[in-house]
């Protein structure tokens, strides 16, 4: 089966910006909640944001309120997460999913279909 591919993963300073990109061959998002996650080492993974594709809501953890945006190309055939100040708590391995923007906080979910892929590292460093 076919996962996510998540790119734009890096190394960048504290108060840096990336913008990582998700995106799965020949499928449209429309219609479907995707959602970023990340697991830091050590540490359980946890929900970042989602957003409902079709209409564009979208939601964020509280750790990242205000510094992260979540987006979806006029396609549906991709999904953004702009990440702007960075903080060294950050520093995961970030994967998308397709999920359910009601659920997706809930410690120990797991994605709806299609399962975890290989994800991109951003480290941040202070």
């Known amino acids: 089966e076919v996962q996510f591919v998540e790119s734009g993963g890096g190394l960048v300073q504290a108060g840096g910006s990336l913008r990582l990109s998700c995106t799965r061959s020949?499928?449209?998002?429309?219609?479907?909640?995707i959602a970023w996650f990340r697991q830091a080492p050590g540490k359980q993974r946890e929900g970042v944001s989602c957003?409902?594709?079709?209409?564009?809501?979208?939601y964020y953890a509280d750790s990242v309120k205000g510094r992260f945006s979540i987006s979806s190309d006029n396609a549906k055939t991709a999904v953004y997460l702009q990440m702007n100040n960075l903080k060294p708590e950050d520093t995961a391995v970030y994967y998308c999913?397709?999920?359910?923007?009601?659920?997706?906080?809930?410690?120990?979910?797991?994605?709806?279909?299609?399962?975890w892929g290989q994800g991109t590292q951003v480290t941040v460093s202070s």
């Open positions: 999913v397709f999920s359910d923007c009601a659920d997706y906080l809930r410690p120990g979910v797991t994605p709806l279909y299609r399962g």
């Open positions: 020949g499928v449209s998002f429309n219609n479907y909640d």
């Open positions: 957003i409902g594709v079709s209409v564009g809501r979208t």
